[in-house]
């Protein structure tokens, strides 16, 4: 009588679990990347939360908030210069608006791309 294989090869659980490891590490990767993002986005809010209670708002006193928020948080990337400060219909608001790149292996990387406008006031 013969005997029949049961369960699953070697080779089956390398088929069965290869896209699992990969978007696994690619999470890994990209993890780094988001946490960056929490914290550009808690120093908008934080910014604009401060400034609320400003009567008079410059775009240099936004940009030097900002600045403060940055150093707080230990912001490296993006660049204070790439927050955009502008007033659109009497209200000042703060956009940051970049891309960031996760290397995968070999020539492969995850291209990540962030927008995040804050109003200042109410």
Same mark, same amino acid.
């Given at each position: ?23 696994? *590490? ?29 009567? &008079? ?22 660049k204070?210069?790439?927050?955009? &400060?502008k ?10 608006? *970049?891309?960031? &790149? ?15 406008? &804050?109003?200042?006031?109410?």
């Amino acid at each position: 009588m013969r005997a029949r294989q049961r369960g699953i090869t070697f080779l089956g659980w390398l088929v069965l679990l290869g896209p699992f490891a990969i978007v696994f *590490y690619s999470a890994i990767r990209l993890a780094p990347i988001y946490l960056n993002y929490m914290k550009v986005t808690t120093s908008l809010e934080q910014a604009a939360h401060t400034l609320q209670s400003d009567q &008079v708002l410059t775009q240099q006193s936004i940009q030097n908030a900002l600045a403060r928020q940055f150093d707080i948080e230990s912001l490296d990337y993006p660049k204070l210069s790439d927050i955009v &400060v502008k007033r659109i219909d009497g209200q000042w608001t703060m956009e940051a608006n *970049y891309e960031d &790149v996760a290397p995968l292996f070999a020539g492969l990387s995850l291209l990540v791309k962030f927008d995040k406008v &804050v109003p200042i006031g109410s």
